[in-house]
T-cell receptor, first 114, second 114 residues
Framework: QQQVKQSPQSLIVQKGGISIINCAYE??????FPWYQQFPGKGPALLIA???DVSEKKEGRFTISFNKSAKQFSLHIMDSQPGDSATYFC?????????????WGAGTKLIIKP | DADVTQTPRNRITKTGKRIMLECSQT?????MYWYRQDPGLGLRLIYY???????NKGEISDGYSVSRQAQAKFSLSLESAIPNQTALYFC?????????????FGPGTRLTVT
């Protein structure tokens, strides 16, 4: 079973701090790594995504860092705000999988304390 | 109006009952998905459909069935509900382009089986 391992399961960060969520994968055929953000009572929504040909992608306060040799990628939220409190899911897309299905991490519940 | 809608939003049912969860979308996407979300387990794929005539089992299809009535409608049925099917259920869609395309989620159905 292909897996994406996500950590930590929960995270509390002070307002203004940096939130870091990590994911690791095993299958080297993954070639697309999205992050989804889910607010309470809502479905997940795409936040940011990266392909393995780049080591970093930044969109506003959100940055994905990608380490292909270590098979790890992480989400950094700079200047974390209470509105960032949500559950975050990493995922990976296996390029060689004919079923074309995302493999999901277990999620991280992030709480930003005012 | 929401692009992906799910009905009902909440449902409590008894063990052994048949229940249907419905999903409709106005995004014009060909691909539709059913996931369940459990704390600590993330999102797990139940069934997916690439078009009206193409339905595929996901990771955890046992105990579930689906029907794709039209491009815009995809229903999930629990033939004989059991307590461990208590979960949050999400419908999602994506377009028929590259398989890495963004998935759009509905607001979810919270199902409790007593």
């Amino acid at each position: 079973q292909q897996q994406v391992k996500q950590s930590p399961q929960s995270l509390i960060v002070q307002k203004g701090g940096i939130s870091i969520i990590n994911c690791a994968y095993e299958n080297t055929a993954f070639d697309y790594f999205p992050w989804y953000q889910q607010f309470p009572g809502k479905g997940p929504a795409l936040l940011i995504a990266i392909r393995p040909d780049v080591s970093e992608k930044k969109e506003g306060r959100f940055t994905i860092s990608f380490n292909k040799s270590a098979k790890q990628f992480s989400l950094h939220i700079m200047d974390s705000q209470p509105g960032d409190s949500a559950t975050y899911f990493c995922a990976a897309f296996p390029s060689m999988d004919s079923n074309y299905q995302l493999i999901w991490g277990a999620g991280t519940k992030l709480i930003i304390k005012p | 109006d929401a692009d992906v809608t799910q009905t009902p939003r909440n449902r409590i049912t008894k063990t052994g009952k048949r229940i249907m969860l419905e999903c409709s979308q106005t995004k014009g996407h060909d691909r539709m998905y059913w996931y369940r979300q459990d704390p600590g387990l993330g999102l797990r794929l139940i069934y997916y459909s690439f078009d009206v005539k193409d339905i595929n089992k996901g990771e955890i299809s046992d105990g579930y069935s689906v029907s794709r009535q039209a491009q815009a409608k995809f229903s999930l049925s629990l033939e004989s509900a059991i307590p461990n099917q208590t979960a949050l259920y999400f419908c999602a869609t994506s377009d028929g382009g590259p398989p890495r395309s963004e998935q759009y989620f509905g607001p979810g159905t919270r199902l409790t089986v007593t």
